[in-house]
């Protein structure tokens, strides 16, 4: 109990739930997810060239070593540049707005009804931070997939928009929009989602020790440990729309339509096994960074949700009215 007061007063840089907070959640959000997702470009890159042309990039293996005979390391980090700056400005959306509606939305509710219906919170939150996200990461994306699967495309970012734009026109950027929300909306509500649920479990059923007896690294251990297990789980579900969005960024003529009747069900799973190694990687190292950036520069980090003593008593006196009944 000592600890836990000895918590409750650390002086914080700012205030939970502050502009400064936002702003920080933000800061932190883009280096999360523009660190992680440029550090594994090639990975992607190998699984764009899966999805988009199975003959040529058979697997894994045989697609690594067919981008690297073309060009060397050089090719296999084709794409960085639209990487990065694309998902550091959805991260900075996605991890700010996150929190934005995480605090809206339970502030509709009493305490009570926001710890009861609090996965449904955390789904509303994180669909409605990636749906705004979206619309800065969409440009950004379609240049990066048009960069990595098509032969002969220039590799330079600030020569392959210019050229996407005078060619076909704004709409090209936005062509995938749809298929993107797709892909990311489910992906980021089971991102959040699952984290906050495994970070609960982990603290209440694995780990040794209360969190508040945990030391910042033990803390940052538990972290990546839930962000990688919510991966896992994000890939699955958002792969069909991942494939998709890959066809449709490098055939600008095609539909969602005729790409699933073209690739077929089978085809919609491809590359589902890098997608994994990937986004499980990507998501763990998204929570360890983003949660480390929150010790580092003395921001507020809240538990994982603690039923309300109000609640608890209310479920006591239900359980002594049954045993008095019986």
Same mark, same amino acid.
């Given at each position: 109990?000592?600890? =836990?007061?000895?918590?409750?007063? &650390? ?6 739930? @502050?502009? =400064?907070?936002?702003?920080?959640? %933000? %800061? ?25 042309? /199975? ?16 060009? +060397? !390391?050089?090719?296999?980090?084709? +794409? ?13 959306? =996605?991890? @700010? ?13 009493? &305490?009570?009804? *926001? ?23 969409? /440009?950004? &994306? ?25 060619? $076909? #026109? ?5 062509? #995938?929009?749809?298929?993107?929300? #797709?892909?990311?909306? /489910? ?22 020790? /209360? ?14 440990? %839930? ?23 490098? $055939?600008?003529? @095609? @539909? ?14 491809? #590359? ?7 986004? *499980? ?10 949660? !480390? ?24 006196? &239900?359980?002594?009215? =049954?045993? !008095?009944?019986?």
């Amino acid at each position: 109990m000592a600890k =836990k007061e000895g918590e409750e007063k &650390e002086e914080y840089y700012c205030k939970m739930h @502050s502009n =400064k907070f936002f702003i920080l959640c %933000a %800061a932190g959000g883009a280096l999360a997810c523009g660190t992680t997702h440029t550090f594994v470009t090639p990975l992607d890159l190998v699984k764009c060239r899966l999805q988009v042309d /199975p003959h040529r990039y058979k697997s894994i293996a045989r697609g690594f070593l067919v981008s690297f005979k073309e060009g +060397g !390391a050089k090719n296999l980090v084709k +794409g960085w540049a639209p990487t990065f700056f694309g998902y550091s400005m959805q991260g900075a959306v =996605k991890f @700010s707005g996150y929190e934005y509606f995480k605090y809206r939305y339970a502030n509709m509710v009493d &305490e009570e009804t *926001g710890y009861i219906y609090r996965t449904y919170l955390y789904l509303a939150a994180a669909a409605s931070a990636e749906f705004i996200a979206d619309f800065f990461l969409a /440009p950004l &994306e379609a240049t990066k997939v048009r960069m990595q699967t098509t032969p002969g495309y220039t590799s330079q970012m600030r020569r392959a928009m210019p050229h996407m734009l005078s060619t $076909e #026109g704004m709409g090209t950027f936005y062509k #995938g929009i749809v298929p993107l929300w #797709g892909r990311q909306v /489910p992906y980021t509500m089971m991102k959040f989602a699952s984290f906050e649920k495994t970070l609960e479990f982990l603290y209440d059923a694995v780990v040794p020790k /209360p969190r508040a007896q945990c030391t910042k690294v033990e803390q940052l251990i538990v972290t990546f440990t %839930a962000g990688y297990i919510a991966g896992v789980l994000c890939a699955i579900v958002s792969h069909p729309a991942d494939t998709i969005v890959s066809k449709l960024n490098k $055939e600008p003529g @095609s @539909s969602i339509g005729g790409i699933i009747k073209d690739v077929g069900f089978a085809g919609i799973w491809r #590359g589902l096994v890098a997608r994994i190694i990937m986004i *499980g990687t990507l998501t763990g190292l998204q929570w360890f960074v983003y949660d !480390a950036f929150k010790v580092y520069t003395r921001m507020p980090r809240p538990p994982p949700a603690e039923m309300p003593e109000s609640l608890r008593k209310k479920l006591e006196e &239900e359980e002594k009215l =049954k045993a !008095a009944k019986k």
